[in-house]
């Protein structure tokens, strides 16, 4: 993942919109040195970057990190993997028994998502269409896989974005392809304002 400093990105996104970051200052243009230019970009910045990061086309996330996912087992054929604290968006996720990779959660509550625990008239549909989808569980998320049904299938391939805002660091962690977006995202609400 590339890191950049809250200050550089706000530095960035100053830039796209044309302004001096050495010249605003603190009392910029709204006139208030409580509430600058810096200051405003800086509290959209956070919220921007997780829209961007989800937005974003599974092919723009050029960088991720891997979930070390272990399943627990809930029913033949289904599980759960517990996602890290800092889980954003999966990436890609493959059981070492299925014939290709998920990259888009369905909905758990979809109507498409419970058709397929209703396999009454459709046999071997959970071992051709492998599933996943995200839940909240215990104050969490877990990732809800479907569709393995070899014993001792394993995870063989688990990636997710992290929440891009780190706040006690002060650091963004995005992929670097979406740096820029993130900037020029933000740049256009901050204008907006």
């Known amino acids: ?26 009392e910029g ?20 970057a997780e829209e961007v990061v989800r937005e974003a086309p599974v092919r723009e996330l050029d960088e991720y ?12 054929g289904r ?3 517990e ?17 290709r990779t998920v990259c888009v959660p369905m909905e758990y ?4 998502y419970q058709l397929r625990f209703n396999m009454r008239g459709r046999s071997g549909i959970a071992a051709r269409m492998p599933a996943v989808s995200l839940m909240p569980q215990g104050g969490g ?4 896989f479907i569709g393995s049904t070899e014993p001792g299938a394993y995870v063989e391939k688990g990636f997710y974005v992290p929440v891009p805002y780190d706040a006690e660091a002060e650091l963004y962690r995005l992929p670097r392809r ?10 256009r609400l901050a204008a907006a304002a």
């Open 1 to 26: 993942m590339t890191t950049i400093t809250s200050e550089d990105l706000i530095r960035m996104v100053m830039r796209l919109m044309d302004e001096n970051p050495d010249a605003v200052g603190e």
């Open 29 to 48: 243009r709204y006139g208030s040195p409580l509430y600058s230019l810096s200051s405003r970009i800086g509290e959209l910045l956070p919220g921007v």
């Open 65 to 76: 990190m891997d979930l070390n996912a272990v399943p627990e087992w809930v029913a033949p």
């Open 79 to 81: 599980g759960v993997v």
């Open 83 to 99: 996602l890290p604290r800092n889980f954003c968006r999966l990436v890609a996720f493959k059981m070492s028994d299925w014939p």
């Open 109 to 112: 509550e979809s109507a498409q």
């Open 141 to 144: 998320m877990v990732l809800e």
């Open 178 to 187: 979406l740096v820029v977006r993130v900037a020029q995202a933000a740049a």
